[in-house]
């Protein structure tokens, strides 16, 4: 018994692989295959007949039912060889209408078991071709049924070159017969139908975590917002924007430090490190721009308006503080913030890097590298955004590089 299944689902197999030869059409394939099973259910079934035939002593049906059986079975072979599937499935309608029609003749024309067999025809141009093809054959069809009732009418009856005694059993065995082709036909297209529906829902489950992969990658390099507009227009603009505070972190005597450990320590701390800024800043509404080394530089307010940007700023740089104050990594760190106007955007074709130009983000940084260790120094723009919300000290008017004498206040909490 598992030698038969065996062998069976290896014939199965074989079909498939031939109706994959079109799998850059997975309709065509769909339909080459449902065409490949029913030649074979066909001509077994073409087989079967001939036996009643024998049985009912239908002479003609036993002379005619092998060569239509042999047709059946040899129809895929001209797939192998190249011939297109609508090709040979034209050729199988053929043969069903032709031997079908011979067989209605010899066996009461209008009147035979046999004509309901011609309906199944069109059935077969929908299953295997297209819709305009099962018209097509559906009026062939009719002109012949047509034609029979004509006859009929006018000339007379159609010989029954069968047994008469056994018409009953014709009968039954025609229909029942019938109603199992189309039955058998359903199955397999049904089966085949689903499975395509299997095939393709598991190709779009597969895109579908593609691309929320490759989303995830965006939104790592982008802005949400950024993100959406340049797969939505494919590109960004440039944008400036009037009000936003810009955060600068800078490890002390990193360079020093960082000559004491190998090169694997080195990148394991600056990840352990920045991924914690990550956090923070995140939890604030900033948006990370990038890292230069063991520089940090983050901005709040853009590309979405915040009128609480200089706040949030000073809150994440708060935590950042505290957090490097709290591990044991050995380093510390400086943090300079300033508020203002900034240009906004993205650079470069193959890695795309979203960047933030203008002055306020050089005095960011003069901040940085005028403030001390373990202190976050604010310049007197940002200030004013945020007095009477934290406790700073005014350090007075502090020259800074290319910049002149700037207000600067340290925040103490």
């Not at 723009?381 to 919300?389: C, I």
């Amino acid at each position: 018994m598992t030698l038969k299944i065996g062998i069976f689902n290896q014939f199965l197999e074989w079909i498939d692989r031939l109706g994959e030869k079109y799998g850059a059409d997975p309709d065509e394939q769909r339909k080459t295959v449902i065409l490949i099973r029913a030649c074979f259910v066909a001509g077994i079934f073409m087989l079967l007949y001939m036996g009643q035939c024998i049985f009912i002593e239908f002479n003609v049906g036993v002379n005619v039912l092998p060569f239509e059986a042999i047709i059946f079975f040899l129809l895929p072979l001209l797939l192998k060889i190249g011939f297109r599937p609508k090709t040979v499935a034209h050729l199988y309608i053929l043969n069903g209408t032709v031997f079908g029609i011979f067989l209605v003749i010899f066996s009461g024309g209008l009147y035979s078991p046999v004509t309901p067999w011609l309906t199944l025809m069109p059935i077969c141009g929908i299953l295997f071709i297209n819709p305009r093809s099962a018209w097509i054959w559906a009026v062939l069809i009719l002109v012949v049924v047509l034609g029979m009732g004509a006859y009929s009418f006018f000339v007379g009856q159609f010989p029954k070159q069968y047994n008469l005694e056994y018409e009953n059993l014709f009968f039954v065995n025609c229909y029942a017969g019938l109603i199992f082709i189309y039955l058998l036909l359903s199955l397999i297209f049904e089966n085949k139908l689903t499975s395509a529906y299997k095939k393709l829902e598991k190709q779009n489950q597969e895109l579908a975590e593609e691309k929320a992969k490759s989303d995830g990658l965006l939104l790592n390099i982008l802005p949400l917002e950024i993100a959406d507009e340049l797969k939505a227009e494919g590109e960004s603009k440039a944008r400036q924007y009037e009000h936003v505070t810009v955060l600068f972190t800078d490890f002390v005597n990193f360079t020093g430090i960082s000559e004491k450990l190998s090169p694997q320590d080195l990148v394991a701390f600056i990840h352990k490190n920045f991924t914690a800024f990550d956090d923070i800043t995140e939890k604030y509404g900033l948006e990370k721009i990038k890292t230069i080394g063991d520089a940090y530089l983050a901005v709040c307010g853009l590309p979405v308006e915040n009128l609480n940007h200089a706040q949030l700023v000073i809150k994440a740089a708060l935590e950042i503080r505290e957090y490097m104050e709290n591990n044991d990594s050995g380093f510390k760190i400086r943090i300079g913030v300033h508020t203002g106007q900034v240009v906004a955007g993205i650079v470069g074709v193959k890695k795309y890097a979203y960047d933030i130009w203008g002055d306020t983000v050089n005095t960011a940084a003069r901040m940085e590298q005028n403030s001390e260790e373990g202190r976050i120094n604010i310049s007197g723009a940002t200030y004013d955004l945020v007095k009477g919300e934290f406790d700073c000290t005014y350090r007075g008017k502090i020259s800074a590089k290319n910049k002149g004498e700037i207000d600067m206040y340290f925040v103490n909490g």
